[in-house]
T-cell receptor, first 114, second 110 residues
Framework: DAGVTQSPTHLIKTRGQQVTLRCSPK?????VSWYQQALGQGPQFIFQ???????QRGNFPDRFSGHQFPNYSSELNVNALLLGDSALYLC?????????????FGEGSWLTVV | AQRVTQPEKLLSVFKGAPVELKCNYS??????LFWYVQYSRQRLQLLLR??SRESIKGFTADLNKGETSFHLKKPFAQEEDSAMYYC????????????FGAGTRLAVHP
Protein backbone atom coordinates (compact mmCIF):
# COMPACT_ATOMS: atom_id res chain seq x y z
CA ASP A 1 0.00 0.00 0.00
CA ALA A 2 1.62 3.25 -1.16
CA GLY A 3 -0.35 5.37 1.24
CA VAL A 4 -1.21 8.93 0.27
CA THR A 5 0.98 10.22 -2.54
CA GLN A 6 1.35 13.83 -3.63
CA SER A 7 3.02 15.49 -6.58
CA PRO A 8 5.06 17.44 -7.26
CA THR A 9 7.16 17.44 -4.10
CA HIS A 10 8.62 20.88 -4.72
CA LEU A 11 7.85 23.65 -7.15
CA ILE A 12 8.57 27.32 -7.67
CA LYS A 13 6.06 29.66 -9.27
CA THR A 14 5.96 33.35 -10.04
CA ARG A 15 3.45 35.70 -8.47
CA GLY A 16 0.27 35.81 -10.57
CA GLN A 17 0.72 32.35 -12.04
CA GLN A 18 -1.48 29.34 -11.47
CA VAL A 19 -0.53 26.01 -9.91
CA THR A 20 -2.04 22.52 -9.78
CA LEU A 21 -1.13 20.04 -7.06
CA ARG A 22 -2.13 16.40 -7.16
CA CYS A 23 -3.04 13.79 -4.57
CA SER A 24 -3.71 10.06 -4.74
CA PRO A 25 -5.48 8.77 -1.65
CA LYS A 26 -4.61 5.69 0.32
CA UNK A 27 -6.09 2.53 -1.16
CA UNK A 28 -9.70 2.10 -0.04
CA UNK A 29 -10.17 5.75 0.86
CA UNK A 30 -12.80 7.90 -0.83
CA UNK A 31 -12.44 11.28 0.86
CA VAL A 32 -9.67 13.80 0.33
CA SER A 33 -8.96 16.92 2.35
CA TRP A 34 -6.42 19.61 1.56
CA TYR A 35 -4.46 21.67 4.05
CA GLN A 36 -2.07 24.58 3.83
CA GLN A 37 0.82 24.66 6.27
CA ALA A 38 2.76 27.90 6.38
CA LEU A 39 6.21 27.91 7.91
CA GLY A 40 6.02 27.66 11.70
CA GLN A 41 2.27 27.05 11.71
CA GLY A 42 -0.02 24.08 12.00
CA PRO A 43 -1.93 22.83 8.95
CA GLN A 44 -5.02 24.87 8.00
CA PHE A 45 -8.00 23.14 6.43
CA ILE A 46 -8.70 24.36 2.88
CA PHE A 47 -11.50 22.06 1.69
CA GLN A 48 -12.67 18.49 1.43
CA UNK A 49 -13.83 16.43 -1.52
CA UNK A 50 -16.15 13.46 -1.39
CA UNK A 51 -18.12 11.89 -4.24
CA UNK A 52 -16.42 14.35 -6.60
CA UNK A 53 -17.92 17.35 -4.83
CA UNK A 54 -16.54 19.96 -2.48
CA UNK A 55 -18.22 19.15 0.83
CA GLN A 56 -16.81 21.76 3.15
CA ARG A 57 -14.47 24.68 2.93
CA GLY A 58 -12.23 26.47 5.36
CA ASN A 59 -11.46 30.17 5.34
CA PHE A 60 -9.76 30.35 1.96
CA PRO A 61 -10.60 32.58 -1.02
CA ASP A 62 -12.08 31.37 -4.29
CA ARG A 63 -8.61 31.43 -5.84
CA PHE A 64 -8.29 28.03 -4.21
CA SER A 65 -10.31 25.41 -6.05
CA GLY A 66 -10.21 21.69 -6.42
CA HIS A 67 -11.45 18.65 -8.13
CA GLN A 68 -11.96 14.99 -7.34
CA PHE A 69 -11.90 12.32 -10.01
CA PRO A 70 -13.89 9.05 -10.17
CA ASN A 71 -10.83 7.15 -8.92
CA TYR A 72 -10.90 9.40 -5.80
CA SER A 73 -7.69 11.21 -6.64
CA SER A 74 -7.81 14.96 -6.29
CA GLU A 75 -6.28 18.19 -7.51
CA LEU A 76 -5.81 21.50 -5.78
CA ASN A 77 -5.64 24.57 -8.00
CA VAL A 78 -4.51 27.98 -6.90
CA ASN A 79 -4.94 30.93 -9.26
CA ALA A 80 -3.32 34.36 -9.22
CA LEU A 81 -0.61 33.24 -6.84
CA LEU A 82 0.49 35.57 -4.08
CA LEU A 83 3.74 35.51 -2.16
CA GLY A 84 1.71 34.51 0.89
CA ASP A 85 0.63 31.30 -0.82
CA SER A 86 4.12 29.93 -0.28
CA ALA A 87 3.59 26.93 2.00
CA LEU A 88 3.51 23.18 2.31
CA TYR A 89 0.26 21.81 0.89
CA LEU A 90 -0.90 18.60 2.49
CA CYS A 91 -3.43 16.09 1.33
CA UNK A 92 -5.14 13.73 3.75
CA UNK A 93 -7.42 10.86 2.84
CA UNK A 94 -9.97 8.84 4.76
CA UNK A 95 -12.92 6.56 4.23
CA UNK A 96 -16.25 8.19 4.98
CA UNK A 97 -17.85 4.95 6.05
CA UNK A 98 -15.37 3.94 8.74
CA UNK A 99 -16.00 6.88 11.03
CA UNK A 100 -12.36 7.84 11.12
CA UNK A 101 -11.97 11.55 11.65
CA UNK A 102 -8.24 11.63 11.60
CA UNK A 103 -7.17 11.21 7.98
CA UNK A 104 -3.90 9.84 6.61
CA PHE A 105 -1.49 12.47 5.36
CA GLY A 106 0.81 12.61 2.39
CA GLU A 107 4.27 14.12 2.53
CA GLY A 108 3.07 17.30 0.92
CA SER A 109 3.97 19.61 -1.92
CA TRP A 110 6.26 22.53 -1.15
CA LEU A 111 5.18 25.61 -3.10
CA THR A 112 7.40 28.67 -3.27
CA VAL A 113 6.01 31.80 -4.91
CA VAL A 114 8.59 34.37 -5.99
CA ALA B 1 -15.45 29.43 17.21
CA GLN B 2 -13.48 26.23 17.33
CA ARG B 3 -9.87 26.75 18.21
CA VAL B 4 -6.83 24.79 19.36
CA THR B 5 -4.09 26.48 21.35
CA GLN B 6 -0.65 25.07 21.99
CA PRO B 7 1.04 27.69 24.14
CA GLU B 8 4.59 26.41 23.82
CA LYS B 9 6.50 26.58 20.55
CA LEU B 10 9.43 24.67 22.00
CA LEU B 11 9.79 22.26 24.88
CA SER B 12 13.32 21.20 25.70
CA VAL B 13 13.98 18.36 28.17
CA PHE B 14 16.68 15.85 29.02
CA LYS B 15 16.36 12.15 28.31
CA GLY B 16 14.45 10.42 31.10
CA ALA B 17 12.61 13.55 32.21
CA PRO B 18 8.82 13.74 32.21
CA VAL B 19 7.15 15.53 29.33
CA GLU B 20 3.86 17.42 29.14
CA LEU B 21 2.83 19.08 25.90
CA LYS B 22 -0.06 21.44 26.51
CA CYS B 23 -3.19 21.72 24.38
CA ASN B 24 -6.30 23.77 25.10
CA TYR B 25 -9.34 23.83 22.90
CA SER B 26 -12.50 25.78 22.29
CA UNK B 27 -15.41 23.70 21.03
CA UNK B 28 -19.13 23.58 21.61
CA UNK B 29 -20.24 20.06 22.29
CA UNK B 30 -18.25 16.91 22.93
CA UNK B 31 -15.01 17.13 21.00
CA UNK B 32 -12.99 14.34 19.50
CA LEU B 33 -9.35 15.26 19.99
CA PHE B 34 -6.15 14.03 18.42
CA TRP B 35 -2.43 14.32 18.77
CA TYR B 36 -0.33 14.17 15.62
CA VAL B 37 3.42 13.83 15.41
CA GLN B 38 5.84 14.77 12.66
CA TYR B 39 9.35 13.36 12.90
CA SER B 40 12.11 14.98 10.91
CA ARG B 41 11.57 14.50 7.15
CA GLN B 42 8.51 12.30 7.69
CA ARG B 43 4.84 12.81 7.08
CA LEU B 44 2.36 13.95 9.66
CA GLN B 45 0.96 10.90 11.43
CA LEU B 46 -1.63 10.23 14.05
CA LEU B 47 -0.15 9.57 17.48
CA LEU B 48 -3.30 9.04 19.48
CA ARG B 49 -6.97 9.92 19.71
CA UNK B 50 -8.71 10.46 22.98
CA UNK B 51 -11.64 8.13 22.38
CA SER B 52 -9.35 5.12 22.06
CA ARG B 53 -7.65 5.86 25.40
CA GLU B 54 -4.55 4.07 24.18
CA SER B 55 -0.96 4.60 25.19
CA ILE B 56 1.17 4.96 22.07
CA LYS B 57 4.97 4.97 22.38
CA GLY B 58 4.47 5.65 26.08
CA PHE B 59 2.39 8.78 25.45
CA THR B 60 -1.03 9.31 26.99
CA ALA B 61 -3.50 12.16 26.87
CA ASP B 62 -6.57 12.75 28.96
CA LEU B 63 -9.44 14.93 27.91
CA ASN B 64 -10.35 17.40 30.67
CA LYS B 65 -13.65 18.98 29.68
CA GLY B 66 -13.68 21.28 32.72
CA GLU B 67 -10.36 22.82 31.78
CA THR B 68 -10.92 22.26 28.03
CA SER B 69 -7.49 20.67 27.84
CA PHE B 70 -5.96 17.61 26.19
CA HIS B 71 -2.37 17.61 27.36
CA LEU B 72 0.04 14.99 26.04
CA LYS B 73 2.21 13.29 28.64
CA LYS B 74 5.06 10.85 28.85
CA PRO B 75 6.77 9.92 32.11
CA PHE B 76 10.27 9.35 30.67
CA ALA B 77 11.27 11.11 27.47
CA GLN B 78 13.49 9.39 24.91
CA GLU B 79 15.71 11.03 22.31
CA GLU B 80 13.61 9.48 19.54
CA ASP B 81 10.61 11.44 20.83
CA SER B 82 12.13 14.62 19.41
CA ALA B 83 9.61 15.87 16.84
CA MET B 84 6.85 18.38 16.15
CA TYR B 85 3.61 17.63 17.95
CA TYR B 86 0.24 18.98 16.89
CA CYS B 87 -3.04 18.87 18.75
CA UNK B 88 -6.17 18.79 16.56
CA UNK B 89 -9.94 18.63 16.70
CA UNK B 90 -12.56 18.13 13.98
CA UNK B 91 -13.76 21.14 11.99
CA UNK B 92 -17.51 21.38 12.43
CA UNK B 93 -17.75 17.67 13.00
CA UNK B 94 -17.40 15.13 10.25
CA UNK B 95 -14.46 13.24 8.94
CA UNK B 96 -10.96 14.24 7.97
CA UNK B 97 -11.52 17.95 8.55
CA UNK B 98 -9.27 19.09 11.32
CA UNK B 99 -8.32 22.27 13.11
CA PHE B 100 -4.70 22.12 14.21
CA GLY B 101 -2.79 23.99 16.83
CA ALA B 102 0.42 25.76 15.88
CA GLY B 103 2.47 22.85 17.18
CA THR B 104 5.13 22.32 19.82
CA ARG B 105 8.63 21.22 19.01
CA LEU B 106 9.87 18.69 21.55
CA ALA B 107 13.63 18.47 21.82
CA VAL B 108 14.97 15.65 24.00
CA HIS B 109 18.65 16.02 24.85
CA PRO B 110 20.97 13.16 25.85
Amino acid sequence: DAGVTQSPTHLIKTRGQQVTLRCSPKSGHDTVSWYQQALGQGPQFIFQYYEEEERQRGNFPDRFSGHQFPNYSSELNVNALLLGDSALYLCASSHAGTGGSEGYFGEGSWLTVV
Amino acid sequence: AQRVTQPEKLLSVFKGAPVELKCNYSYSGSPELFWYVQYSRQRLQLLLRHISRESIKGFTADLNKGETSFHLKKPFAQEEDSAMYYCALPFSGGYNKLIFGAGTRLAVHP
